[in-house]
């Protein structure tokens, strides 16, 4: 299996959720995937109006329920671990979360606080 090939989803599931787990996060009450947090932004063209895309973290870590710590963005290997910082440090300001990460599951991973 060449780690090039796998999705970003693939790589969330054989990857990082193993290790958040591992880590010791409880994956029922610690650990969101895939959470929507916007709804999109209205685009009006005369009397046409249309919903952009939501915005989604792959990850959000809860320390307790309703008090999140941190996010985590996937990237897939073909981008580098840094190319998710500066996605997950908007969704940070955006939500109040104090820590970012990024991951793409190879050896290094980035880390920042916002």
């Not at 610690?30 to 895309?53: A, L, M, N, P, W």
């Not at 915005?55 to 710590?69: Q, V």
């Not at 990237?75 to 190319?83: F, P, W």
Request: aromatic share 8%.
């Amino acid at each position: 299996m060449n780690k090039k090939d796998l999705s970003e989803r693939d790589i969330c599931t054989k990857y990082i959720t193993p290790s958040i787990t591992a880590a010791g996060w409880d994956i029922h009450t610690q650990i969101r995937e895939e959470v929507g947090f916007t709804d999109g932004r209205i685009q009006v063209r005369g009397k046409v109006y249309v919903r952009g895309k939501q915005k989604r973290a792959d990850y959000i870590l809860y320390y307790k329920p309703n008090i999140p710590i941190a996010i985590i963005e996937a990237k897939d290997n073909n981008h580098a671990v840094g190319a998710g910082i500066q996605q997950a440090l908007g969704y940070a300001r955006t939500l109040d979360i104090p820590f970012v990460f990024s991951s793409n599951a190879m050896p290094s991973c980035s880390m920042t606080r916002r």
